[in-house]
């Protein structure tokens, strides 16, 4: 059995109710709950999601991941008062998310105002299979005399995104004396969410349902002797649809159905199950280090943790949101986080499922087009943040200035166009990996010319010299600029990709070829200074620096915008996130170690890391050069993000792509795993920190293992591979070892190794 870790909520703190929400929920990449505890309090956010399940409440509103009716809450009544963490003592307390089975545990000893000691036990699993289950079970014990428990719990309707309502209810019915159901549609009768409950009491109770005011609740109302436990099994049911191919009356029984058989299990086994499906995730996809840092194992866990938790694996229709299904920040939109910081993960793992989040785009083409005729562009222009259609989705304003009661138009989907080109990088880079003809022929050319169009038609003649204007980089806190060096190259790597996979899969076509190698000989790359470092844009060398030091050390919190204006901001040398440094972290071919290290030194003190998708690329480029420990340093910070102390910085979801970047922090960081020209490169060095590393990796049809300890590497692989290591090219059968000594001191092109043999 794995060692795996378990992730902790050190105490009950009011302040810190919804970071512990957001970072130990539980999830399937169906659905997400957030880890509220049973009993309410005013300022905890209950969430739960289905991916995919976007809707618009009203005027002026955007579509948004829909917070369906809480079935997470319950009313606990002891001795007639209401179970509260805020009054009484607290005796004893652990709160524990459990990786190895998705288990999240909460055991508390309480002694309330009135001196009576309780334990109250609860745990919960939303299974990873069945994906739309969710079990779980309230154990009570009083612990100096008898006591009166009321327990009151169900579907509870009357949940909203900050008071926007998306669902109507539709119709609530009780079943058989343990079942609920609600039936709801959402306010645009495009889709139909079934939840059914059933609920089972360890004892005889008196007990009854209503159904009032949006919640349909069972009431059990017992004595409960001293030392003896009452536990109430909760099995729930989330079905949601948007085809209407059966009657939701059809739908709704089926629903029923499926949970009734649950219900012949029971908890414990409903637990297995999903805990094999649990397993198989962790043997498969693990990263293990031996670190001095406890923290480093955890992290790596809640990363492979969350990356299983948030991505729609079943279903090509919809991709990550932001935020994952874990609350409501960026409203559940997708950005360029998914292809760039999550799509990296699921390539090297579970190949599958990158293809089906390419396929999310590939079916939101028609959206990409519209948005580029609209804008008078050929091609593809893919929208900043997509829900469900592949619409642009980006809000037109962002906060209200209260004081002026002007708002702040967001300049994203007007002209953070980048993300076209970096979803074309991601499709190439899954050829790159998997070498999946079928889907390059079906969809992959089709996304690159689609896209390569648009850049085509984007361009713009200045005496003739083809260049990108009026465009947001990655870094958000320059806007409207021309020739930013991350979008020209992007761009650039997008059209040479299609005309080299049109002419691979013959769907070569004579005037975009013409119009490609025009585009490909005139468009201007931004140029590499005497000591190697790229302006981000034409305008940025000729802005003003500043001292950022006081705003780099809150990092995150976006503090320079309480000094200056965004406008201000814009006219000086300011880095919201990683830029260039994301330009050479993608395009390692095209940049020598030199050129990385000097845009690192030159755009590391002019960036803020106000953003979380921006510290672990540094971290990534930093260990390219050799700056092993500068790299872990950036490393630990981007695993701080969301399990730091801030008790604030998760409160509306975990930050997804800065998941994604633990993952790749280690395996593209310090393992060295990039793709150099189609080919899969090596160069791990460990921190001083750790003593060995072990991570899987998938690559073509090669499953392959690395193990990474006393500076030499054993590659274990079910298939032949070539893999370029430390700068040599080796073919790998079975398992064979690798000195690190052995290559720096190899002059030749054969590489030495040591120790190899079969597996
Ligand atoms: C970042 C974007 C990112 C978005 C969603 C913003 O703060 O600047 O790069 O896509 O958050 O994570």
Redesign the pocket.
């Known amino acids: 059995m794995l060692n795996l870790s378990v992730l902790t909520d050190p105490g009950f703190c009011p302040h810190s109710l919804n970071k512990y929400a957001s970072i130990m929920a539980c999830g399937n990449g169906y659905m997400g709950i957030r880890a509220t505890h049973e009993e309410d309090y005013t300022r905890q956010t209950r969430g739960m999601y289905l991916a995919g399940l976007y809707h618009r409440a009203g005027r002026n509103e955007t579509n948004e991941l829909v917070n369906l009716p809480d079935v997470i809450g319950f009313d606990i009544e002891l001795d007639g008062k209401n179970f509260s963490l805020l009054s009484g003592e607290i005796l004893s307390w652990q709160r524990e998310l459990a990786f190895a089975n998705g288990e999240l545990r909460r055991s508390v000893v309480w002694r309330s105002p009135e001196g009576k000691d309780y334990r109250l036990e609860s745990r919960r699993f939303v299974a990873l299979d069945p994906l739309p289950l969710v079990a779980m079970q309230l154990a009570i014990t009083p612990l100096d005399a008898s006591a009166q428990v009321g327990l009151k719990t169900g579907i509870d309707a009357t949940q909203t995104n900050s008071g926007r309502q998306h669902l109507d209810e539709m119709s609530v019915r009780v079943f058989d004396q343990h079942y609920m159901q609600g039936i709801y549609e959402t306010q645009d009768h495009a889709s139909d969410v079934v939840i059914s409950a059933f609920c089972r009491l360890s004892t005889e109770s008196d007990s009854c349902f209503t159904a009032k005011n949006r919640r349909v609740q069972v009431h059990h109302a017992l004595t409960v002797s001293r030392g003896e436990t009452v536990t109430l099994e909760k099995l729930v049911w989330v079905a949601h649809r948007s085809d209407r191919a059966l009657s939701v009356e059809t739908f709704a029984r089926h629903a029923l159905a499926e949970l009734k058989a649950c219900a012949t299990s029971g908890y414990a086994s409903l637990l297995a199950r999903s805990a094999c499906a649990w397993e198989k995730v962790w043997r498969d996809c693990r990263v293990e280090v031996a670190s001095t840092e406890h923290q480093d194992q955890m992290a790596l866990d809640y990363a492979v943790w969350h990356l299983t938790a948030m991505t729609p694996s079943h279903d090509e229709r919809c991709s990550i949101a932001?935020k994952g299904l874990t609350g409501e920040g960026?409203k559940g939109h997708v950005?360029?986080?998914t292809e760039i910081f999550l799509l990296p993960f699921h390539l090297f793992n579970r190949p599958q499922t990158a293809r089906s989040l390419l396929r999310y785009r590939w079916l939101n083409l028609p959206g990409a087009r519209a948005k580029a005729r609209r804008n008078g562009w050929p091609g593809a222009l893919f929208p900043w943040e997509s829900a469900a259609s592949g619409e642009e989705e980006t809000p037109e304003f962002a906060a209200i200035n209260i004081r002026t009661g002007v708002r702040q138009k967001v300049a994203s989907a007007l002209a953070e166009h980048h993300i076209v080109a970096d979803i074309a990088w991601a499709v190439v880079a899954y050829w790159q990996a998997t070498q999946d003809d079928a889907f390059m022929r079906n969809e992959g050319v089709t996304l690159l010319m689609e896209t390569a169009s648009f850049w085509m038609g984007r361009a713009t003649d200045v005496k003739g010299r083809l260049e990108i204007h009026d465009v947001i980089g990655?870094d958000?806190y320059t806007e409207h600029v021309n020739n930013n060096a991350y979008t020209n190259y992007l761009a650039w790597h997008n059209v040479a990709s299609a005309c080299r996979f049109m002419s691979m899969f013959n769907r070569e076509d004579v005037r975009f070829t013409e119009k490609a190698t025009d585009f490909l000989t005139r468009l201007w790359l931004p140029e590499a200074n005497a000591d190697g470092v790229i302006p981000q844009d034409d305008t940025f060398m000729a802005k003003p620096a500043i001292d950022l030091s006081r705003y780099k050390a809150q990092a995150g919190k976006q503090t320079i915008l309480l000094d200056y204006s965004r406008a201000e901001v814009n006219e000086m040398q300011i880095l919201?996130?990683a830029d260039v440094v994301m330009l050479n972290y993608l395009l390692p071919e095209r940049f020598t170690s030199q050129q990385c290290a000097a845009n690192l030194a030159f755009y590391e003190s002019r960036t803020i890391h106000d953003?979380s998708?921006s510290k672990t690329i540094h971290g990534i480029v930093t260990a390219r050069c050799g700056d092993t420990e500068g790299a872990y340093a950036f490393w630990r910070d981007g695993v701080a993000i969301d399990l730091g102390d801030d008790p604030h910085s998760s409160d509306d979801g975990i930050h997804a792509?800065a998941t994604g970047a633990i993952w790749s922090g280690v395996v593209q960081g310090f393992a060295g795993v990039q793709i150099v020209d189609g080919e899969l490169h090596l160069a791990p060095k460990l921190p001083a920190h750790w003593q060995k590393l072990i991570f899987p990796l998938r690559w073509r049809n090669a499953n392959m293992r690395f193990t990474v300890e006393n500076e030499a590497l054993t590659v274990e692989t079910s298939a032949p591979v070539t893999l370029t290591l430390w700068g040599k090219n080796l073919s790998v059968t079975g398992a064979q070892a690798f000195a690190y000594k052995n290559f720096m001191t190899s002059v030749t092109g054969t590489a030495t190794t040591e120790g190899s043999h079969d597996a």
Do not use: N, R
């Open positions: 932001a960026y950005f360029w986080d990655p958000e919201k996130q953003s998708l792509a």
